[in-house]
């Protein structure tokens, strides 16, 4: 079984609909981010968490939130999808304390369409 | 001006082929990790490295810190490294972060 998984793995919506991406991990990490991806773009960090009561803003947080629900899960909402939320959205996960930089492995991936 | 840059960002190489993608960095760093993305999506871990040259099979990492640059080398291409390989770097400011390279698209062909 994945270590990193990720549902649902193809998602198409229309836009003003709340989305929520999960992301299950069994890998016992701390830390916990989620990403996209758009053609011609760098993977960007949406948001990550350090542990279950530490979340944090990344790069790129507008039209997104998370929960984390416990040290192994750590879901991506989106409250109201628009048009340019299109994209491939990875979770990934990395062990070590705050501080330290550790070996990130990623989950399949989800494509999200938003019409 | 991108903090990571990759080069080439397409490649296409005959089978058997020895194949470098560079990766140059402007910022300072901890550690740099190669990726590989295949056509369908997921992304697999190839290399974590903060110095030196680390070997998996057909695969070689380079890394030269006063440089700010890294390679990756895949020696005796086969279709099936068709894929595209991801740069990463975590830095050393602040309290994280990871910047990603836009990656370089390697097809060989038979």
């Known amino acids: 079984d994945a270590d990193v998984t990720q549902t649902p793995r193809n998602r198409i919506t229309k836009t003003g609909k709340r989305i929520m991406l999960e992301c299950s991990q069994t890998k016992g990490h701390d830390r916990m981010y989620w990403y996209r991806q758009d053609p011609g773009l760098g993977l960007r960090l949406i948001y990550y968490?350090?542990?279950?009561?530490?979340?944090n803003k990344g790069e790129i947080s507008d039209g997104y939130s998370v929960s984390r629900q416990a040290q192994a899960k750590f879901s991506l909402s989106l409250e109201s999808a628009i048009p340019n939320q299109t994209a491939l959205y990875f979770c990934?996960?990395?062990?070590?304390?705050?501080?330290?930089?550790?070996?990130?492995?990623f989950g399949p991936g989800t494509r999200l369409t938003v019409l | 001006k991108n903090e990571v840059e990759q080069s080439p960002q397409n490649l296409t190489a005959q089978e058997g082929e020895f194949i470098t993608i560079n990766c140059s960095y402007s910022v300072g760093i901890s550690a740099l990790h190669w990726l590989q993305q295949h056509p369908g999506g997921g992304i697999v871990s190839l290399f974590m490295?903060?110095?030196g040259k680390k070997k998996h099979g057909r695969l070689i990492a380079t890394i030269n810190i006063q440089e700010k640059h890294s390679s990756l080398h895949i020696t005796a291409s086969h279709p099936r490294d068709s894929a595209v390989y991801i740069c990463a770097v975590a830095t050393t400011s602040g309290t994280y972060k990871y910047i990603f390279g836009t990656g370089t698209r390697l097809k060989v062909l038979a």
């Open positions: 490295l903060s110095s």
């Open positions: 968490s350090f542990d279950v009561k530490d979340i």
């Open positions: 990934a996960t990395s062990g070590g304390g705050r501080g330290s930089y550790n070996e990130q492995f």
